[in-house]
């Protein structure tokens, strides 16, 4: 019977639902200054003067960053204690960072929409924004980002070192430790543009290319594990391997950020040979364990939690699609030097982000409501499925418009008119491009409204599972007395 299933008892599970609902809110956000940002695309007068366009960028971009922040500590909160088999050590100091962080964004996302224009100066560095892309948060904010991920991170040692050590564990701690380590290169400046570039990747590249997708490997296969009873044998053998590659093949494959900032030469071959590795580890431990959990002879193949399973199969392919697929085809250096600063990085960019990260995490959200309402099954609501169609159908919409704008800059800006004034200006107001900003503006119409699926099926679909799962209890305990 229902009453029988164990509701989250871990107060560990408890912040991570709170990281999980901050982590929504900020996703809805996120999709809503970019809405703003593609019709002014389009319409460079709407909201002047009210909401600027590099306000909404900045907001869209950052809020992406923090969401999946919040989502990647709650997930952490989430697995520490199955992992360990004990309650996380700090847990109430973990709860107070967490409010100390909400506090915090909400105050930075307020000045970022009330003092939109004016002069910089050392002052604006430390109380407004150090106008860094992606981590332009105030440097007072930047400091309480990195106290609160080594509190976070002091968590997560101190329970692994206290209770059981899994493989899982294992790598989640060494790539915690790099994770926080690398978000280190960003806190300062040099006055050589080059060199200051050159850190900046660190951050960027290796903390979202190498040290996340470790990351992500670790959850999802503790997710696979939870949602279809996964070998643990076969995750952590790809695990190391994912760990292997990754902070190898990732470190090298650094390189392509290399090649136009007056870095050797050497890093063309090197950036180009190592980048398109990052994607195979994940898709192979997929794989091998769908092959694995398939051929098990008598095994009833129940999946405990329908929509994470089918979050965990969008974040595995879009992972390959987005960071492998799209990312290679303007790494080669041959290519880049056309490419680079057009719309390329940015379709790369979205199916990358969305695939690798947002899908995994979203997962992990599913995991956490059926933890909180003490679900023996989640399924997947029709408002489950349009969510996880219209979002990805959105992403992809976007990706393609992209591209196609991308290949116009390239082509036309580029290669006909030798990246001049004239060649941007002949770029931008082409029927091409003008059509591809607006079918990029739809399907993020398509994205949004697949997030209100989505956030409605969150708040939803866990309570109404509760009622079915009482319902069927009763009838078969009424069956039995029969």
């Given at each position: ?461 866990g309570k109404r599972a509760e009622v079915a799962e009482r ?12």
């Amino acid at each position: 019977m229902l009453s029988k299933v164990m509701r989250v008892q871990w107060e560990s599970q408890k912040l991570a639902i709170k990281y999980f609902q901050v982590a929504i809110i900020l996703f809805g956000a996120q999709l809503l200054f970019g809405l703003l940002a593609g019709i002014q695309y389009l319409y460079p007068s709407f909201l002047f003067g009210v909401l600027d366009f590099s306000i909404n960028r900045i907001v869209h971009i950052n809020a992406m960053v923090v969401w999946m922040l919040y989502a990647m500590i709650g997930s952490v909160y989430w697995l520490l204690p199955d992992e360990t088999g004990i309650e996380t050590v700090g847990v109430k100091i973990g709860t107070l960072l967490f409010y100390i962080l909400t506090a915090a964004v909400a105050v930075v996302v307020l000045v970022y929409l009330l003092v939109q224009v004016g002069p910089g100066t050392d002052m604006t560095i430390w109380l407004i924004t150090e106008g860094r892309e992606y981590i332009e948060a105030p440097r007072w904010a930047d400091i309480g980002i990195v106290v609160v991920v080594l509190g976070f991170l002091a968590n997560v040692y101190l329970t692994a070192f206290k209770g059981r050590r899994t493989g899982i564990m294992t790598v989640l701690m060494w790539d915690l430790l790099a994770l926080a380590g690398l978000y280190l290169a960003g806190m300062f400046f040099t006055r050589n543009v080059s060199v200051d570039q050159y850190w900046w990747w660190w951050v960027i590249h290796l903390w979202v290319e190498a040290t996340w997708e470790v990351y992500v490997a670790a959850v999802v296969g503790y997710g696979l594990i939870k949602t279809i009873g996964a070998s643990r044998r076969i995750v952590e053998m790809w695990l190391w391997i994912e760990m292997a590659m990754l902070f190898g093949s990732g470190i090298l494959g650094l390189g392509h950020h290399y090649f136009w900032i007056g870095t050797p030469e050497y890093w063309w071959e090197i950036g180009a040979l190592f980048s398109a590795l990052e994607p195979v580890p994940l898709v192979g431990m997929f794989v091998h364990v769908i092959y694995d959990w398939g051929k098990q002879a008598g095994k009833q193949h129940e999946i405990t939690n329908k929509p994470a399973f089918g979050w965990f199969v969008v974040n595995t392919f879009g992972n390959f699609l987005g960071a492998g697929v799209w990312g290679f085809m303007h790494t080669l250096p041959q290519i880049n030097i056309y490419t680079h600063g057009t719309q390329w990085p940015s379709a790369h960019g979205h199916l990358a982000f969305y695939g690798a990260y947002a899908a995994i995490l979203i997962g992990m959200m599913y995991l956490g409501v059926q933890g909180k309402y003490g679900l023996k099954q989640l399924p997947f609501t029709r408002a489950g499925k349009w969510a996880i169609t219209l979002i990805t159908v959105g992403v992809l919409g976007m990706t393609v418009a992209l591209t196609i704008a991308a290949y116009v800059q390239t082509m036309v800006e580029r290669g006909e008119w030798g990246a001049t004034w004239e060649g941007y200006f002949a770029a931008q107001n082409s029927t091409w491009m003008l059509q591809a900003y607006g079918w990029r503006l739809f399907m993020g119409i398509v994205t949004f409204l697949g997030f209100v699926f989505l956030f409605y099926d969150l708040l939803t679909v866990g309570k109404r599972a509760e009622v079915a799962e009482r319902a069927t209890a009763g009838a078969v305990a009424g069956a039995a007395v029969a």
